[in-house]
């Protein structure tokens, strides 16, 4: 099987192809993040959480790569969960919490045939899974759940619990990493939770909670909380608005810092959904990928698998 996706590979030897394929990807990950308005930028904190944490554990440029990648994907499976559910302001019924359940394995129904999925398989796949077997869609417990899970699945809940959601506004940071360190060896991983903990307390992700991206934090809807977004490549002047309540405000910048200016007007339902962020996408793409051939990180997708 190795042999013929490297052979498949070869059709993409090209920098440019490659990052094209890497590239579909990603931007179909952050179609399916636009479906839930509560989760601008989660993808990118995800990613940037779990680079963090396996920079300062050492792994290989390759395990790095590869876990950053998944961090921006491992949603993808989303994309099959009715909106009804995915927005769903009050409690899940059963039926509904099992369709969120398999969003793993609809994930990877969509990489299927894709040449890169032996990369994200695993981020895409078992993000959910629990150290102590209770997690889902697989129930698989210890040393039987792939590291780049394990790491995307504590960064996921961490940044669930620091980021606005319907139900509840967002958990301080130090709440959130207490709920980590107590749930150590049940849901996360002993050794990279305990990490984790740590690079937490020395204000490591205080550059990536409730960021969009590198250096621009969410801005706030008066209604809505943290949950509008700015790209890197937006203009002063330009209208931006909340995804949830749909007012617009106006970005502005004053002392060196950007922020908002409520206009008063409320942007038409059918024109909610901005373009996905292809600066962004193209960056990640070009900062993790740069000087690791494809072969090489398939290759290790497939020794760790």
Avoid at 19 to 43: M, N, Q
Avoid at 146 to 156: H, Y
Wanted: proline share 6%.
């Amino acid at each position: 099987m190795m042999h013929i996706i490297l052979g498949w590979l070869n059709r993409y030897r090209t920098s440019k192809e490659t990052e094209r394929l890497f590239e579909s990807l990603l931007t179909l990950a952050w179609i399916v993040e636009a479906k839930d308005p509560y989760t601008g930028g989660h993808l990118w904190r995800v990613s940037q959480l779990a680079n963090t944490v396996a920079h300062a554990e050492k792994w290989t440029n390759e395990d790095r790569a590869a876990v950053t990648l998944g961090g921006f994907l491992h949603d993808l499976g989303k994309v099959s969960v009715p909106d009804s559910v995915l927005c769903k302001s009050g409690p899940l019924t059963d039926e509904e919490f099992e369709v969120i359940k398999n969003h793993p394995n609809e994930g990877l129904y969509v990489l299927e045939g894709h040449p890169l999925t032996p990369i994200v398989k695993n981020a895409v796949g078992l993000h959910h899974e629990r150290i102590d077997g209770n997690g889902y869609p697989n129930q698989l417990k210890g040393d039987d759940i792939p590291t780049d899970a394990k790491l995307i699945a504590l960064c996921d809940a961490f940044d669930a619990m620091t980021s606005q959601r319907p139900y509840r506004n967002p958990i301080p940071k130090d709440s959130a990493i207490d709920i980590v360190e107590k749930n150590l060896g049940t849901q996360f991983d002993l050794k990279l939770g305990a990490k984790f903990v740590e690079l937490a307390h020395a204000g490591s992700f205080d550059s990536i909670i409730a960021h969009s991206d590198e250096g621009i934090p969410l801005h706030h809807c008066p209604t809505c909380g943290p949950t509008i977004m700015q790209y890197r490549t937006d203009k002063v002047g330009q209208h931006l608005h909340c995804p949830i309540c749909l007012q617009q405000a106006e970005l502005i910048k004053e002392g060196g810092q950007y922020r908002l200016k409520p206009t008063g007007e409320r942007l038409p339902e059918a024109k909610q959904r901005r373009r996905p962020d292809t600066a962004l996408i193209r960056r990640i793409i070009y900062n993790t990928v740069r000087s690791i051939p494809t072969q090489s990180l398939i290759a290790r997708a497939h020794q760790s698998s």
